[in-house]
């Protein structure tokens, strides 16, 4: 359904195992990320009401989303450390086309938008099916399904949207890019490391 060509090893849970506390952590700033970059697509295309209004919702969501990781962390006696970089993230801004114009912009960060929640949705999947702590496997397969949603609608609202950019050809263009670079991530406890 996703169409990632790279699945993630699940021997990378065993590396999540080893420390909790940090893919909390990150996983809390990854969620937080994602509301703010629901607010951002609203502050630039606040003409289009229907996107709008489905960005408020998902907004609202991921930072309902960074509260239950919260708890999470808060119920297990640990604490929230400081934000994280992302490199995979990173890697993917690099990617984003930044010429063009302004409908283009749009539906460059809808595809890395749904890039990166397709990845994590994947990445949920692989924790909730190999984790050994039965409560983060339910909570991550929770997570797995909202985040398959949010793909999906970043990705409709993309070819809903596009002017001129041939959608599925780019979405082509972004998955070959991300099976490029996700060989090199898998090998911290993080959510995309």
């Not at 924790?127 to 409709?156: C, V, W």
Request: glycine fraction near 4%; hydrophobic fraction near 40%; charge should be negative.
């Amino acid at each position: 359904m996703l169409g990632l060509q790279l699945a993630t090893d699940p021997r990378w849970v065993n590396i999540v195992e080893s420390n909790i506390e940090e893919i909390l952590t990150d996983h809390a700033w990854c969620e937080q990320k994602a509301a703010s970059n629901a607010i951002y697509i609203i502050v630039n295309n606040s003409e289009k009401v229907d996107l709008v209004t489905e960005m408020l919702r998902i907004a609202r969501e991921e930072l309902e989303h960074f509260e239950m990781v919260h708890e999470v962390i808060k119920k297990r006696g640990l604490a929230l450390g400081r934000e994280r970089k992302d490199d995979y993230v990173g890697d993917l801004v690099k990617f984003m086309k930044k010429d063009g114009s302004r409908n283009d912009a749009l539906i460059e960060r809808l595809l890395f938008a749904a890039m990166i929640e397709a990845r994590s949705c994947e990445r949920f999947k692989v924790l909730s099916n190999n984790i050994k702590d039965p409560e983060l496997a339910q909570f991550y397969r929770e997570l797995m399904i909202s985040e398959a949603g949010h793909y999906t609608t970043f990705l409709n609202f993309a070819r809903q949207y596009s002017e001129k950019v041939d959608v599925d050809q780019r979405w082509k263009e972004w998955i070959a890019y991300e099976t490029e670079i996700i060989s090199k991530y898998g090998n911290k406890e993080t959510v995309h490391g």
